[in-house]
């Protein structure tokens, strides 16, 4: 074995070359490592005893793509254009050996390769469009030679990771071999090409399918019919759609061209730069400079969920799915009852969709067992309460949990509000109680913002961030404060919304500005969806604001067929000309002169309030980062991920155009927008938010 260089070794067996790249993390395309793949070919391309090219990888998998953190610099070392020319160009068969995850330029580096073998649980992928691009190395041009427009279409768009049988199915890969004898199944194969002196097939001489799909041009067309809701806002998915066509359309050298013409706009353009900043933001958030990662963490065998409502049931099935099992306590058999309906016909639906077999439905309710007795918490390593937002309730739960629950447990809450701190105080393990807020559908939505309070444990902080990842969760730490960072910036907005409507907007502008921003949907839209009466009391209902007049009216949303829109009877939404007069009367009886409102000053009312207070939830230190807060907002609210965040999109625009006209507006309309002195500090400096450390 000869080292090639830190992270590239060379040895021959038998006249097999083995080229073996040791890059930690996941073999990323760094300049070493294309330096290393380069001189490795050629030296192997320059023994004569040398008869074919195993090219394989240690550690956790195959190359996972190119080196994200050296996108943006200047280019050191061999290109990957050049790697791949030596590889596609070798005179002796180049065959990838692919384990774990063989993604981006890492699966476009196999296809130069002639063949391609791999283990039952590799996997491969071109996912470049979660990063707002477009394989740039052929991967456009060679993959739908392979497995046709329409499977390389999904594949890009989506950026599935394909298990390995899929890719043998598909051609992508042209022989499995035994899990765990990688190594040695590759080298076999190589011996068995040389020895049937098979032909070094070249993917890129591949036009069979590429011919065939022309004679379809339609099927681009009706893709991008078929997803254009998913796709809505984005760059990324229809650049990758124009490079397939290019395939499709011409000669492989042309369609290259294109492929790199595209490749470039998206690598230039803002929505890359915020996608590729999502990647690492999701992965920082995880680091929390206080708690090391070498802290001990406490072993979560068992869980107990308090309340099988809509977000008892939701959180329990988290539990479940990750193969942990769960009791779930309610006070009463009929909600005991429903709650686990409400589950088994959440796994039914997926079932029906193929999400899970029936078994697998089965296995997972057989993990959560339904009781009416708190005292069945007692062995558990970890009770989720998730019952009424009431501090009382709260209180009096958590003072008989300490009671039962054995020492060690953790005792977390799912309040997305109360002050934890004072939640833990009736407790004698303040250290061991934390806030796991989930966000409803809780099996669904990915995430969890972990609420540290001022006695919690760096152990329980590390085992709840450690958990949030074993049940697929994104997690972010945050501090004890009203609303936490989510809800807290998320009332900025719905303040601002709700203004605008009392001057001159009605919902469906508001709504529409924040749709075209990039948001699933607008704030009136939503609260249809979800139920204007969520929390109002008729009783106590005196018709002071616009929703008590709808709800008196009995206008409470999607399922009344009226709210702040009327409803047609398959749910879509117009706008109202009653709520339009309601708020006009309003308007009128307030004695303010409504106005035209621009949809810049829309924007601007809804989108910088939060950006500052994301900035005063930094200088409170309620974040450990600004990074977590775009994470937060991206995965908890829906924020447009091609924009990154309120904060990432606050330097985009630039924080002095923020602290402007945070100032023309608290001139005019009072001290909600009052700038932070962070804010303030951040444009004196010529700073931002990305410049803080955490
Ligand atoms: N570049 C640099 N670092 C990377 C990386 C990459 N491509 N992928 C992962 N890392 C780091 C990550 O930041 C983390 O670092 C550690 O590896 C473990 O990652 C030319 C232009 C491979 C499925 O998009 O999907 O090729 O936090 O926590 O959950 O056409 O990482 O430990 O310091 O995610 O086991 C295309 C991105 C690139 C794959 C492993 N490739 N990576 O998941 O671990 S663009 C990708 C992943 C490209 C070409 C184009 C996942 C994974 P740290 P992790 P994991």
Redesign the pocket.
């Known amino acids: 074995m000869a080292a090639i260089n830190a992270v590239t070794d060379l040895s021959v067996e038998d006249g097999i070359a083995v080229l073996t790249l040791n890059s930690p993390?996941?073999n990323?395309?760094s300049a070493g490592v294309r330096d290393g793949l380069a001189l490795g070919v050629g030296q192997a391309l320059a023994d004569p005893a040398v008869k074919a090219v195993v090219l394989i990888c240690e550690g956790?998998?195959f190359i996972?793509?190119?080196?994200?953190?050296?996108?943006g610099g200047a280019q050191k070392g061999a290109s990957?254009f050049e790697v791949q020319t030596a590889i596609e160009d070798c005179s002796k068969p180049v065959i990838a050996a692919i384990h774990?995850?063989a993604?981006?330029?890492?699966l476009?580096v196999a296809l130069t390769c002639h063949y391609r073998v791999a283990v039952p649980s590799a996997k491969c992928g071109?996912?470049?469009v979660?990063?707002g691009?477009?394989?740039?190395?052929g991967?456009t041009q060679r993959l739908p030679r392979i497995v046709g427009a329409q499977k390389a279409m999904e594949m890009m768009t989506s950026?599935q990771?394909v298990p390995a049988k899929q890719c043998l199915a598909m051609g992508l890969v042209d022989e499995l071999v035994e899990e765990g004898k990688l190594r040695d199944g590759a080298l076999a194969f190589a011996r068995k090409i040389v020895a049937e002196g098979r032909p070094l097939k070249r993917v890129r001489d591949l036009n069979d399918k590429v011919e065939a799909d022309r004679a379809h041009p339609e099927v681009f067309d009706a893709f991008r019919k078929a997803n254009a809701r998913k796709f809505r806002g984005f760059l990324a998915p229809e650049y990758n759609i124009r490079c397939i066509e290019a395939a499709v359309n011409l000669p492989f050298d042309e369609g290259l061209q294109v492929e790199r013409k595209l490749?470039m706009e998206l690598m230039s353009g803002y929505q890359s730069a915020a996608q590729r900043y999502s990647?690492?933001a999701e992965?920082?958030a995880?680091?929390i400079p206080d708690v090391p990662d070498d802290t001990p963490l406490i072993p979560v065998e068992t869980v107990g969920v308090l309340g099988a409502g809509t977000m008892g049931g939701g959180i329990a099935m988290n539990f479940a799915n990750a193969g942990i099992p769960v009791t779930i306590v309610e006070v009463k058999q009929d909600a005991l009852d429903r709650g686990l309906s409400t589950i088994r016909k959440n796994y039914e639906r997926t079932a029906q969709r193929g999400g899970l077999t029936a078994e697998q439905v089965e296995q997972r309710m057989s993990l959560i067992k339904g009781s009416l007795d708190m005292n069945d918490f007692a062995t558990v390593d970890l009770v989720v309460e998730a019952v009424f937002e009431r501090m009382d309730i709260k209180k009096d739960i958590f003072t008989k949990l300490d009671a039962i629950c054995k020492d060690g447990a953790i005792l977390a809450t799912n309040t997305s509000a109360l002050n934890i701190d004072e939640i833990a105080s009736v407790t004698k393990r303040p250290e061991a109680v934390i806030g796991l807020h989930f966000f409803s559908p809780a099996n669904v939505m990915k995430l969890l913002e972990i609420v540290r309070a001022d006695h919690t444990s760096k152990p329980v902080i590390a085992t709840s961030m450690k958990l949030a990842?074993k049940i697929g969760k994104i997690a972010a730490l945050v501090g004890v404060c009203p609303g936490f960072v989510g809800n807290r910036i998320l009332a900025q907005r719905q303040r601002e919304a709700n203004k605008l409507v009392l001057e001159g907007a009605m919902p469906w502008d508001v709504d529409r500005v924040l749709y075209d921003f990039g948001f699933p949907m607008g704030p009136f839209a939503m609260s249809d969806l979800a139920g204007l009466d969520i929390g109002w009391v008729k009783e106590k209902s005196k018709g002071e604001t616009l929703r008590d007049v709808l709800c008196e009216m009995d206008r409470r949303g999607q399922k009344t067929g009226a709210g702040f829109y009327d409803y047609d009877e398959n749910r879509n939404a117009k706008p109202s000309p009653v709520t339009e007069k309601i708020i006009k009367d309003f308007i009128e009886k307030s004695g303010a002169n409504p106005r035209q409102i621009s949809d810049e000053e829309i924007l601007e009312r809804c989108i910088y309030p939060m950006i500052n207070e994301g900035a005063k939830i930094l200088e409170e230190g309620k974040a450990i980062r600004a990074s977590d807060i775009d994470v937060v907002w991206q995965n908890g609210y829906g924020w447009p991920v091609y924009r990154g965040g309120p904060m990432w999109w606050g330097d985009h625009i630039g924080l002095d155009k923020v602290l402007a006209k945070m100032k023309e507006f608290e001139a005019k309309m009072g001290e909600q927008f009052k700038p932070s002195p962070l804010l303030e500090r951040l444009v004196a400096e010529g700073k931002k938010f990305s410049d803080l450390k955490a």
């Open positions: 993390p996941v990323a395309l956790r998998t996972a793509g190119a080196d994200i953190t050296e996108f990957l774990g995850t993604l981006g330029g890492g476009e071109l996912p470049e979660n990063l691009l477009l394989p740039g190395a991967g950026g990771h490749f990647f690492f992965r920082q995880a680091k990842k």
